[in-house]
């Protein structure tokens, strides 16, 4: 990250992570900014926002992870947190402002595993066979299902397609997080997904973003239309009795985990989601591989 001219009087861990925002934001790395802020924010729930990098301590770190957690934030939420705000600690100490205490040494940076939420293959089809009077519904199973059968894609990347990422029956785009290209044979379901929503003025493959909004509006737009499917998601998985809490993040796992039980090579399914290696994609299907181990050996136990 390019280094930026420092006041004097920018001398707390929140003001860096601020402008280490600012900096972001300005690069067109929206993700980053928002995580920077957000970081700082939550420092200054803490009552941190005037903490000087000299008082940077193990200690305080430590209190503040405890004191996040408490709050009601999730391990992940905190952990990546943390991993901002040593950030901004790293890019003060390379600029002179703080000899290096290494205060994040005795604090959890790292994500843990979480539990994943796939459907199975009966409830998938449940939930596209139930009966939908109300049209925000059926347009949030639409979408809902149409990330599945794109190969898992995500929400984000869907809402940025374009028309022109179509030719014939394939569609090819590249994935906003981490800008691999990926190929997806657009099968008549989702095809017809695309007809019925499709918007004969706009660019946009999908009616998530209005064509005439700048990069801003765009975002709040894809923001809010997110909120809103998930929300009717929850809904849809009430009335067809799916105890899972429904997001479009489900469609994803759902799709590479009903892959996985199919026999499709893991090195396939890592291109078809666009991680970068396949460690990923195997962390991503591990509470899979339980499951599966789990009706192993039930199998072999019942075999004698």
């Known amino acids: 990250m390019n ?40 420092l200054s729930q803490q009552g941190l926002a005037d903490l000087g990098l000299a008082k940077v301590t ?31 600690y790293r890019v003060a100490v390379a600029e002179g402002l703080v000899a290096d205490r290494h205060p994040f040494d005795a604090v959890v940076t790292a994500p843990c595993a979480t539990v994943k939420r796939a459907l199975r293959p009966e ?31 995500s929400f984000v990347d869907a809402a940025n397609l374009r028309k022109a990422d179509v030719c014939g029956d394939s569609l090819t785009y590249r994935r906003q997080k981490t800008n691999q290209l990926i190929y997806v044979r657009l099968s008549p379901q989702a095809r017809a997904i695309i007809d019925r929503y499709g918007v004969k003025d706009s660019p946009y493959l999908l009616p998530i973003i209005n064509h005439l909004a700048d990069a801003d509006q765009a975002r709040c737009q894809r923001e809010t239309a997110h909120r809103c499917i ?12 799916i105890s899972t809490p429904l997001t479009t993040y489900v469609a994803r796992h759902t799709w590479a985990s009903i892959a996985h039980q199919h026999g499709i090579a893991m090195p396939v399914i890592t291109a078809a989601l666009g991680h970068t290696n396949e460690r990923t994609t195997r962390i991503y299907l591990a509470a899979l591989d339980h499951s ?10 019942n075999a004698i």
């Open 3 to 42: 280094k930026s001219p420092i006041h004097p009087a920018q001398t707390t861990l929140h003001s860096v992570a601020l402008r280490l925002a600012a900096l972001c934001r300005a690069q067109g790395q929206i993700s980053s900014a928002r995580n920077f802020t957000n970081a700082a924010s939550a």
């Open 123 to 153: 409830q998938m089809t449940r939930i596209r066979l139930l009966p939908l009077a109300d049209a925000d519904l059926a347009y949030a199973r639409d979408i809902f299902l149409f990330l599945y059968y794109c190969q898992g894609i």
């Open 292 to 301: 599966l181990l789990a009706s192993a050996t039930l199998q072999v136990a």
């Open 230 to 241: 998930n929300r009717r998601l929850k809904a849809i998985g009430a009335l067809a009795g």
């Open 58 to 88: 193990g200690a305080v770190m430590a209190q503040l992870q405890v004191a996040m957690r408490r709050s009601g934030l999730c391990p992940n939420s905190v952990a990546a947190y943390m991993r901002r705000l040593r950030r901004a």
